[in-house]
């Protein structure tokens, strides 16, 4: 499966990060994030239907040292905004990415922000 790229930004202080476009979510598809350089990941989803779960997949590689406590699943509203946070330490795949998966009749935007070592 093909999945869809979302692109991750890095936060900056005092309120400095514009707020790029986020995905779209392909429930058929799921994200790939490229979390390369990131310890750890920020997650906004903003649902416009249905609430259903978010799962982030467990890591199957190093330094994923905490995959084996398997894999995150968070419930979303239907029209609200959520907030999450992932780590590489559990969820990293080898090449850097983690893989999202969503609830087959989930609607809504998904943004993903890293959170710098210095905030």
């Known amino acids: ?10 936060l900056t202080a005092n309120w400095g990060t514009a707020l790029a476009s986020g995905l779209a979510i392909n429930t058929t598809n799921g994200v790939m994030v490229n979390a390369n350089d990131a ?17 982030i997949a467990a890591g199957t590689a190093d330094p994923a040292f ?10 979303v509203g239907g029209t609200a905004w959520s907030v999450f946070t992932a780590s590489t330490a559990r969820h990293v795949y080898s090449g850097g990415s983690m893989l999202l998966d969503f609830t087959a009749s989930m609607a809504g935007t998904l943004y993903a922000f890293k959170i710098p070592d210095t905030l």
């Open 39 to 55: 310890h750890k990941l920020l997650f906004f989803f903003a649902g416009s239907g249905v609430a259903g779960t978010i799962t």
């Open 66 to 75: 905490g995959r084996d406590v398997g894999n995150t699943n968070i419930a």
């Open 1 to 10: 499966m093909a999945r869809d790229a979302l692109t991750v930004q890095t």
